[in-house]
């Protein structure tokens, strides 16, 4: 598939460079629902190569998910480890995003429910972030706060963390934190809205800061969302700017258009002031550019952003979409998803490797089990390749998180079903 795309320049951000060519899939684990089942978030690797991830939904020994470790064993084989298994009390349960590491090697993550208090309707607690910290017998899990409805703005943290350079915390939460709020009990069917939370129309959700204190951590609800062209039900993870000003997406809100009725979803700014955060709408969807982004972006060295849609574009499936520095208020699109062989409904971000080129998953199409792609700007034009095409079975599939690239420049990522082990799921590794 090729995109017109006028004057824009895609620049190096990391990684290793990949053969632009259909590559070798590897499937290195399969998960068999004891060990875990539907690991719908990303991987994080530690510098030795160990590979660090969770499962939720039903998944580990007590049904809540958990959190697991892939080492290389030096034969070509990888060694899967549970680190922690979610009880679904007070320490979390059903995590569903991506870990971050500190430099100390200890995990960082959120729990979409459990934790201290009760959600209406659910009747477990309103989700955590939690530490998994490193210790010679073991990891040990600290709940460092919980979201109690009338306590925060916000409940339901279904993003990801970051790390100020002053070692706080950011995420986002889903829902208002409002007691007898529109919390939802059951899992929407549809893909874009697969997420506990809020019953639209109404759903908020925040931007939320948390800082250590001697006396454990302390929340900050820096930016409540109005969850209508504010944006509604941010769903991934922040990314920061060179002036500490944070980005992200949110999955509904904006305008009143796209079929939910609901907004298309917008890319957000958050700006540090005397006077607390303050809110840019940068660009909000009208359907045609893209719909319901669930994805965190990615700056290069220039300034300009990327990311993609859920739904929207020219066939309904998607898109890839940049903010050019300077006109963060238009979308580029680089790529309309046509749901065919070129993939369809991309969950996940981009990537860059050092050619430039970006790379990401798209949940569906392809073999009807989604794909790994990449785009490359050739003469004026954005050219995908498909990288890997997932079939039905042991191979994998539905991919719903990012890849990352390992120490030696593999591709890693996960696959909600398929494997050798009943269907709960892999990790996959793609060689260049």
Same mark, same amino acid.
């Given at each position: 598939?090729?995109? *017109?795309?006028?004057?824009? $320049?895609?620049? @190096?951000? #990391?990684?290793?460079?990949? $053969? ?12 068999? =629902? ?30 809540? +998910? ?12 990888? !060694? ?53 910290? &490193?210790?010679?017998?073991?990891? !040990? ?27 706080? =915390? ?6 208002? +934190?409002?007691? +007898? ?5 059951? &899992? ?24 250590? %204190? ?27 700017? &060179? ?6 997406? !949110?999955? #509904? ?17 958050? @700006? ?7 809110? %840019? ?17 990615? #700056? ?29 208020? *238009?979308?580029?699109? =680089? ?55 997932? %079939? ?41």
């Amino acid at each position: 598939m090729k995109t *017109r795309l006028v004057h824009i $320049a895609i620049f @190096m951000i #990391f990684g290793a460079s990949v $053969a632009f060519a259909q590559l070798s899939e590897k499937v290195i684990f399969s998960f068999n =629902l004891t060990d875990g089942n539907l690991p719908d978030g990303g991987l994080v690797a530690d510098t030795q190569g160990n590979l660090y991830g969770t499962t939720a939904y039903n998944g580990g020994k007590h049904g809540f +998910g958990n959190v697991y470790e892939l080492s290389p064993d030096g034969n070509g084989g990888w !060694t899967e480890t549970d680190l922690y298994d979610f009880t679904g009390g007070t320490d979390g349960a059903w995590p569903i995003d991506t870990l971050i590491l500190d430099h100390a090697g200890n995990l960082y993550g959120t729990a979409q429910v459990g934790g201290q208090g009760i959600c209406t309707n659910t009747g477990q607690g309103c989700g955590v972030v939690f530490e998994l910290v &490193r210790g010679q017998s073991g990891w !040990t899990e600290k709940v460092l706060f919980s979201f109690v409805p009338g306590q925060v703005k916000g409940v339901i943290p279904a993003g990801g963390l970051i790390f100020d350079k002053a070692g706080n =915390l950011y995420g986002t939460t889903w829902a208002p +934190g409002v007691e +007898g709020g529109p919390l939802a009990l059951k &899992r929407n069917s549809s893909g874009a809205n697969s997420y506990w939370g809020c019953t639209l129309p109404g759903c908020g959700g925040t931007v939320y800061e948390l800082s250590p %204190t001697a006396n454990g951590w302390k929340e900050t609800d820096l930016y409540a969302f109005n969850g209508t062209s504010d944006g509604s039900a941010s769903v991934a993870s922040l990314i920061f700017d &060179r002036a500490g000003n944070l980005y992200g997406t !949110t999955q #509904f809100g904006g305008t009143t258009g796209c079929t939910s009725g609901y907004g298309c979803g917008l890319v957000f700014k958050l @700006m540090p002031g005397n006077g607390g955060w303050s809110e %840019t709408v940068l660009h909000a969807f009208t359907g045609n550019d893209g719909a319901y982004p669930t994805a965190n972006l990615l #700056f290069d060295q220039s300034g300009n952003l990327y990311s993609t849609t859920s739904g929207g574009g020219s066939s309904g499936n998607g898109t890839v979409f940049a903010l050019l520095s300077g006109q963060h208020d *238009r979308a580029t699109v =680089l790529h309309s998803f046509t749901g065919g062989s070129d993939g369809g409904t991309p969950f996940a971000g981009v990537i860059a490797d050092k050619s430039g080129d970006l790379i990401g998953t798209a949940n569906q199409g392809g073999a009807n089990w989604g794909v790994v792609y990449a785009l490359r700007l050739v003469n004026g034009h954005v050219i995908e390749k498909v990288l890997h095409t997932f %079939t039905f079975g042991a191979d994998g599939e539905n991919p719903y998180a990012p890849v990352i690239f390992g120490p030696h420049g593999n591709l890693y990522g996960t696959t909600q079903g398929g494997g050798s082990q009943g269907g709960h799921g892999t990790v996959f590794e793609i060689i260049p």
